[in-house]
């Protein structure tokens, strides 16, 4: 859709969100890879703990 007002022109696109409750599902999406990557980080941290050369169950 063209809006003209003077003489400035824009489009204006309606493709974005339409509803509060898709806003809501991308925000649960966004922390619920937070807490996928923490846990990924922390089971990271302990594998390299155990494996490390300075100690652990080796």
Not at 29 to 52: F, G, K, P, Q, Y
């Given at each position: ?19 509060a409750a898709e ?36």
């Amino acid at each position: 859709m063209t809006v003209h007002i003077g003489e400035v022109v824009s489009e204006v696109s309606a493709n974005g969100r339409t509803s509060a409750a898709e806003a809501a599902t991308d925000e649960e999406s966004v922390w619920a890879e937070r807490a996928r990557i923490e846990a990924l980080i922390e089971r990271l941290a302990r594998d390299r703990c155990r494996t490390s050369t300075g100690g652990g169950d080796d």
